[in-house]
């Protein structure tokens, strides 16, 4: 049980620390539909109460509460506006809003029914812990201040065993409330890594793991856009020689493992920063930023070849690619490395495969 609650210790942690922006916006957009629903539901039941319920209940007591929740409702939406969505100031919003709200209505919940437990309260406790994200330690520790507060007034208010009976019931309802919460963020964290597992499906070559066409381009563009002019890039196209044959003399299981062992080499030959992508049946594309040493883009191809070449895939043995490469210092876009890159590939291949041919902007 103990490492249990420790492990949701740490997921809420992770959850809220690679969330933030989105929780701010979350904890601020649902104030205001909160707050609404109080203010619908409370004047219900004061008007419904006050119409059929007994005369010695004082229910009238509620209207404050309910004037409190119109005030708040109102500065809400005048405050909503100008809000800078700042988790550490969505924090201190939403703590000046939940207090206020909470206080209120528990306050006039205890004045009301004096000879019975409260209920509002820790009502309240378990729901906030389904409308409001934050770290494990600071809703343990804003719960525990309300419950304070809550207590005194509720000690002056009630006899001793009444008292007692609601301490009680606080203490429980905060604890239970933890392991709501806990709850909440265990499923708020696995639909996150189902989104980030989505996104990523969606952006990577199921084959290779590699960035798929797109994928490569969005990435390669928005490299280049935000290139300072004078910086090197330089762009590679490999494409894999009569892979056809591959396919048509082994099979394409073969075929695939080709694919993923050529992904492979190239993640060995090129830095994890390098933008690298599967464009097409057996074409592969890398994006290189920044200057490399004379003859280094010129000594990566050879040994790309060489170990291609050299690597016996379910018996077949001498797979060769052909490679294109553009080099540019004067802040061209993706269209015109590529087609610089491609016609470099053309002349390659037109050359007798198996070889590189290098195209610079003049």
């Not at 290779?208 to 280049?224: M, Q």
């Not at 170990?307 to 060769?320: F, Q, R």
Request: charged share 20%.
């Amino acid at each position: 049980m103990i490492e249990k609650l420790y492990e949701s210790y740490d997921d809420n942690n992770y959850y809220i620390d690679t969330n933030k922006k989105k929780l701010a916006h979350d904890n601020a957009g649902v104030i205001s539909g909160l707050l609404t629903f109080f203010a619908i539901v409370g004047v219900i039941f004061v008007a419904v109460a006050m119409a059929f319920g007994s005369s010695k209940t004082p229910f009238y007591v509620y209207a404050p509460a309910i004037v409190v929740l119109l005030v708040l409702l109102l500065l809400n939406n005048l405050a909503s506006k100008r809000l800078i969505y700042d988790f550490g100031k969505i924090r201190i919003y939403a703590f000046f809003i939940y207090t206020i709200l909470i206080l209120s209505f528990s306050f006039a919940d205890v004045s009301t029914f004096r000879e019975s437990r409260a209920i509002f309260f820790p009502v309240a406790m378990i729901m906030l812990s389904t409308i409001y994200m934050d770290y494990f330690w600071v809703m343990v520790g804003y719960k525990t201040a309300l419950a304070v507060v809550f207590l005194l007034f509720d000690n002056v208010v009630k006899n001793r065993e009444l008292f007692l009976n609601d301490v009680v019931v606080v203490v429980l309802s905060i604890v239970a409330s933890m392991f709501c919460y806990s709850a909440v963020i265990s499923v708020a964290l696995s639909r996150h890594e189902d989104s980030e597992q989505l996104v990523k499906k969606s952006q990577t070559d199921l084959l290779t793991g590699l960035l798929n066409k797109i994928s490569f381009e969005e990435k390669c563009s928005s490299y280049l856009e935000s290139r300072v002019i004078g910086a090197k890039c330089t762009m590679f196209i490999f494409d894999l020689d009569d892979f056809k044959d591959v396919n048509d003399h082994f099979g394409h299981q073969t075929g695939d493992k080709v694919l993923k062992l050529f992904s492979e080499i190239l993640k060995g030959y090129f830095h994890p920063d390098d933008v690298i992508g599967r464009v097409g049946g057996d074409e592969f594309m890398v994006l290189v930023l920044g200057d490399m040493p004379d003859g280094f883009a010129e000594r990566r191809c050879r040994s790309v070849i060489h170990e291609l070449k050299t690597t016996d895939v379910d018996g077949d043995k001498g797979i060769t690619c052909s490679i294109g490469i553009a080099e540019d210092t004067q802040g061209h876009g993706f269209e015109d490395l590529y087609k610089m890159a491609d016609a470099a590939l053309y002349k390659a291949k037109e050359g007798g495969k198996a070889q590189f041919i290098k195209e610079t902007f003049a």
